[in-house]
């Protein structure tokens, strides 16, 4: 079997994946504002894909690159999707509208250290309490398991953010170092800390000090 056949289809498929995969991103990145990402993708979108059109309109006749180049639009696409959601990036706002009595949820919500504002509703049915609050998009699995912890079935919904400012987030998670942070602490605790030094420079300093700053007696008393 020649191999050199299934060279040029297989090239095809490669770049047009990559093609396709960049191309994802890149719509993704430009909706989210990202002014750096986006366009270095479609700097090597581009590229890829004139490399991709050369090799197609050199074989024409040639049904197998025009199936490779469709298979590679098609797996482009998937590959830009999931590679998307595993980045997770951006702010996304959660809205969580239930009947029942959401203290527990807010109480829930605050204790992670989210951001939580909670108002008093309609609904079609009667009274709803509407609880809103902002996160990262990978914390949204967190915030969804607390919805299913104290409020099963509620209803929420989810909507992306292009920009957030400001705001109640939960902490980074500190990496771990080198050192381990119990020695860190430690070693804090070991150096000697610099005190603020005193207009005099000690107690005999500051009591000259105020010595000199008394005002002079008047001249009838002396």
């Known amino acids: 079997m020649d191999l050199s056949l299934f060279a040029f289809p297989l090239l095809i498929f490669i770049a047009e994946v990559c093609v396709v995969t960049f191309g994802t991103l890149r719509i993704i990145f430009i909706a989210r504002g990202q ?3 986006a366009p270095l993708l479609g700097f090597f979108e581009v590229f890829i894909w004139l490399l991709a059109m050369c090799q197609v309109m050199q074989n ?6 025009f199936i490779a ?10 590959l830009g999707i999931i590679i998307e959601k595993k980045l997770a990036l951006g702010a996304v706002s959660v809205r969580i509208i239930t009947h029942r009595d959401a203290a527990a949820l807010i109480d829930g919500l605050r204790a992670a250290d989210f951001g939580v504002t909670s108002v008093d509703g309609e609904g079609a049915t009667g ?11 990978k914390q949204l699995p967190e915030i969804v398991a607390l919805i299913e912890t104290h409020h099963p079935g509620a ?4 909507d992306e953010l292009q920009t957030t400012c400001e705001g109640i ?10 050192v381990p942070l119990p020695l860190v602490k430690v070693f804090r605790l070991l150096m000697p800390h610099e005190q603020p030094e005193l207009a005099g420079h000690g107690e005999g300093g500051a ?3 105020a010595g000199d700053a008394r005002e002079p007696e008047p001249a009838a008393l002396r």
Request: charged share 20%; proline share 4%; glycine share 10%.
């Open 35 to 37: 002014k750096i990402i």
């Open 60 to 65: 024409l006749s040639d049904w197998s690159c």
């Open 69 to 78: 180049f469709a298979l590679g639009f098609t797996l482009g696409s998937y």
């Open 127 to 137: 009274k709803v309490r509407i609880v809103m609050t902002v996160v990262k998009r």
């Open 155 to 158: 209803f929420y919904a989810v």
């Open 169 to 178: 987030f939960p902490a980074a998670k500190a990496r771990p170092g080198i």
């Open 207 to 209: 009591d000259g000090g």
